[in-house]
């Protein structure tokens, strides 16, 4: 007898975080993030989700402002939105999430992200994290956070 078990579930996840110009640097900004996940939970440990996430970091907005190529004239202009596709390996109520994402709008001159961390699941629809978001090997920010997840779909099935 072989069973299995597939939860479908939508995330909404809003962080925010302090980012700098430079490593060391006392002067902070603020950053945040909105995203809405798709989740599939597959099994015991193993979670895959894809999603859509818009950024606001106000040290881009300082560290572009003086380029005439990107040519920031309002703080709005900072915005970014990408999409993202990740995996979480999950141990009881804490997940690890692994996350890469492409910025579909964006005008600063990178489009990859990541997403390292941990979550935790508080009860059936709230979720903690503490994350960090990084371009490759530079760290952007920590995010601290909290998701809201609404269930889409429970599918059992059973094989003989």
Not at 131 to 158: M, N, Q
């Amino acid at each position: 007898l072989i069973c299995c078990a597939r939860n479908f579930h939508i995330v909404t996840y809003a962080s925010a975080g302090c980012s700098s110009l430079e490593r060391g640097s006392a002067k902070k900004y603020p950053a945040g993030v909105v995203s809405v996940n798709y989740e599939t939970y597959n099994g015991k440990k193993t979670e895959w989700n894809a999603g859509v996430e818009v950024l606001y970091d106000a040290s881009l907005y300082q560290r572009y402002l003086s380029d005439t190529i990107i040519g920031f004239t309002k703080p709005a202009q900072n915005i970014q939105v990408g999409v993202k596709a990740g995996y979480e390996l999950v141990v009881g109520r804490l997940s690890m999430p692994v996350e890469m994402g492409y910025y579909v709008y964006t005008r600063v001159p990178y489009h990859f992200f990541h997403r390292i961390g941990l979550r935790y699941q508080i009860n059936d629809r709230f979720v903690a994290s503490v994350t960090l978001r990084t371009r490759w090997s530079h760290a952007d920010f920590f995010e601290f956070g909290f998701g809201y997840k609404i269930p889409v779909l429970r599918k059992k099935c059973s094989i003989n």
